[in-house]
């Protein structure tokens, strides 16, 4: 069993940056990739970043050149850095492990997932 805590949400401006970081119990070996998704009220939930567990990143365009996931296995947690935030980033944003993930940004792939981290940008 793989549980998931998400941490570092807020509220920021434009252009300011946040660092959100999932805590993992549980074996964190039986995972392939990790990723982190957001929702936006009245959206559906999508894709930002993701990891496989032996390196390998995914990005959606919409965040390209501006967010860094890491995993730190010894921690048995990752991040996600944000950089240059816009009001479109606002959103829930949901950690989430998968033990057989071949489409990195599709959520139906993943079997765990934290309860969220309010992330609020201001223009």
């Known amino acids: 069993q793989v549980q998931l805590v998400e941490s570092g949400g807020g509220s920021v401006q434009a252009g300011g940056s946040l660092r959100l970081s999932c805590a993992v119990s549980?074996?964190?070996?039986?995972?392939?990739?990790m990723g982190w998704f957001r929702q936006a009220p009245g959206k559906k939930r999508e894709g930002v970043a993701a990891?496989?567990?032996?390196?390998?990143?995914y990005y959606a365009d919409s965040v390209k050149g501006r967010f860094t996931v890491s995993l730190d296995k010894a921690k048995k947690t990752m991040y996600l850095q944000m950089n240059s935030l816009i009001p479109e980033d606002t959103g829930m944003y949901y950690c989430?492990?998968?033990?057989?993930?071949?489409?990195?940004?599709?959520?139906?792939?993943?079997?765990?997932w934290g309860q969220g981290t309010q992330v609020t940008i201001s223009s």
């Open positions: 549980g074996y964190i070996g039986s995972t392939n990739a």
């Open positions: 990891i496989y567990t032996y390196g390998d990143t």
């Open positions: 989430a492990a998968g033990a057989s993930v071949v489409d990195r940004a599709a959520f139906d792939e993943y079997n765990w």
